[in-house]
């Protein structure tokens, strides 16, 4: 019998790209179901277009913030704060979990400490804030590092804690010195804990976000909304809402994926 030419896949390839094309409609079908609710719901006449506006009107809402130029200008802001206090707080968690994860008397001395931080919500800072840093960015950037950088450390102090002993003992039997094990052994072992805690960082970065903006703010997409609220602009506060919600799955996504680069030995 004669092999089938080599540019027509086999059954079995076949059977393997339908279950893949079919998990990449799984998050546009829901998409779709979503909207469908939506617009059943909004012409319905149960509630009224100003509590709850039409995906027509969101739209319509959306086109117009960008044609003034306000959207523009707020996503340049808010992007600008989220980058900023992002990286500040991964920066400042990374370098605080590995301490506090490998070196006892930082663990002891600030663990508690940072414990005790984790439960105060973003909002609750933000007058703080503005009497330390003003009502200028500085304020901004620290609600939105300090959240994440306590999600951070948190995440990477467990990673660090918790290295599988017997991977730390066969290290310095071979010989490795102190700086290697941490590279070679702690770090990689510690990775997939610190990539949780950098994606957690990324929603928290958001939410804190808008947090800071809704006072003390005179642009970005939280001084927006509460502008939006004192209109009653439910259409331009939808439009807001699934503005950020993609805005953090989008970076969310870019994240995990950077994450799958770099830690690829997790999926082996």
């Not at 893949?20 to 939506?38: E, H, Q």
């Not at 800072?125 to 620290?142: D, S």
């Amino acid at each position: 019998m004669s092999e089938p030419p080599d540019h027509i896949p086999s059954q079995g390839a076949r059977r393997r790209r339908s279950p893949t094309r079919a998990r990449a409609l799984l998050p546009l079908l829901s998409f779709v179901f979503v909207l469908g609710l939506w617009c059943a719901v909004a012409t319905s006449g149960v509630v009224r277009e100003i509590i709850f506006p039409a995906p027509w009107s969101v739209w319509s809402a959306t086109v117009e913030m960008w044609r003034n130029g306000t959207l523009q200008k707020d996503l340049a802001a808010s992007l600008s704060r989220a980058a900023v206090g992002y990286g500040l707080g991964a920066a400042l968690g990374v370098a605080m979990g590995v301490l506090s994860g490998r070196i006892a008397p930082v663990r002891v001395l600030l663990g508690p400490f940072l414990s005790l931080l984790r439960p105060i919500p973003a909002i609750a800072l933000v007058p703080v804030a503005i009497v330390w840093f003003g009502i200028g960015e500085g304020a901004k950037y620290f609600v939105v590092s300090y959240t994440v950088f306590l999600t951070v450390w948190f995440n990477t102090h467990q990673g660090m804690a918790y290295v599988p002993q017997v991977w730390l003992r066969a290290a310095r039997s071979l010989g490795a010195s102190r700086l290697r094990e941490l590279c070679t052994v702690v770090l990689p072992a510690a990775a997939p804990h610190i990539l949780a805690g950098l994606r957690l960082g990324v929603a928290l970065a958001f939410l804190s976000l808008v947090a800071a903006e809704l006072s003390g703010a005179s642009s970005g997409l939280g001084f927006r909304l509460q502008e939006a609220r004192q209109y009653v602009r439910t259409d331009r506060m939808f439009a807001l809402l699934i503005i950020l919600g993609l805005l953090g799955a989008l970076a969310d996504q870019a994240v995990a994926w950077l994450g799958r680069k770099l830690v690829h030995w997790e999926r082996a």
